[in-house]
């Protein structure tokens, strides 16, 4: 397992253990695959694959160069200018991005202006998602997981990253509605705001390595995540309706 995979399976265990934070991705997931199950499932998937099932919720990807660390990236725009990753792992050819049997759906938002009841208040009404405090870069990670192990069909991937976009959305809305710039800035937040918090002992332990392995992409969303994209598209929302 890599420090991508371990950082958000600690994520979705917290949220298990907590029963006010939400509903988990492992419970989504199984009621989703009830829901759709049908002769068309998979045992695991490709880039190519994840670009032609976003490509029908009108989300566009770009393959990012394999740099040799057993996972295959993609980095993804809504049609409302949001930008998220999708980082494939338990891939059986990485390098070919092929044989992928999980994907860590995730992206970046600034923290700065931001309190940490708003992230109670995300975890809460979250659907799949998760967030986590990234101090040291003044951002905050949101993501979720998808497993095709036992098997997966394309709705129920589609329906996952609904489901997560669904998430972002209404956490871009409240942002808005209290008027928190939530693009990247260089300036540390002030001390009343969580970009200055310490972190838990989890937190600390386990985000260096993530920053090695994703920090660019994850920044890279950060920075074109301002209050004014939209991440839930026409085409997603109708798969929530």
């Known amino acids: ?31 989703t695959n009830t829901q759709l199950m049908s002769n068309s499932l998979i045992e695991e998937f490709s880039a190519a694959d994840v670009e032609s099932m976003l490509g029908e919720l009108e989300i566009s990807l770009v393959r990012q160069p394999y740099l040799g660390d057993g996972t295959v990236s993609l980095l993804a725009t809504t049609s409302g200018g949001a930008t998220f990753v999708i980082t494939m792992l338990s891939c059986s050819d990485p390098a070919a991005a092929l044989g992928c049997k999980q994907a860590i759906v995730y992206t970046g938002i600034s923290n700065v202006g931001v309190v940490f009841d708003d992230i109670n208040t995300f975890h809460t009404n979250a659907n799949v998602t998760r967030a986590i405090n990234v101090p040291q870069q003044d951002i905050i990670v949101f993501g979720t997981q998808i497993f095709s192990q036992g098997g997966i069909g394309r709705e129920n991937f589609q329906l996952l990253t609904a489901l997560f976009l669904r998430d972002m959305q209404d956490y871009i809305q409240s942002q ?9 800035q260089l300036e540390t937040a002030p001390k009343n705001k969580i970009g200055n918090e310490p972190t838990s002992s989890t937190q600390s332990i386990l985000l260096p390595s993530f920053y090695r392995e994703t920090i660019s992409h994850t920044l890279t969303a950060a920075v074109s995540n301002t209050r004014n994209v939209d991440f839930l598209g026409e085409r997603a929302a109708e798969l929530l309706e």
């Open 1 to 31: 397992m890599t420090n991508l995979s371990k950082i958000f399976t600690s994520i979705l265990s917290a949220s298990i253990a907590a029963a006010t934070l939400g509903v988990s991705t492992v419970v989504a997931q199984s009621t």
């Open 176 to 184: 808005r509605a209290a008027g928190t710039s939530v693009s990247l």
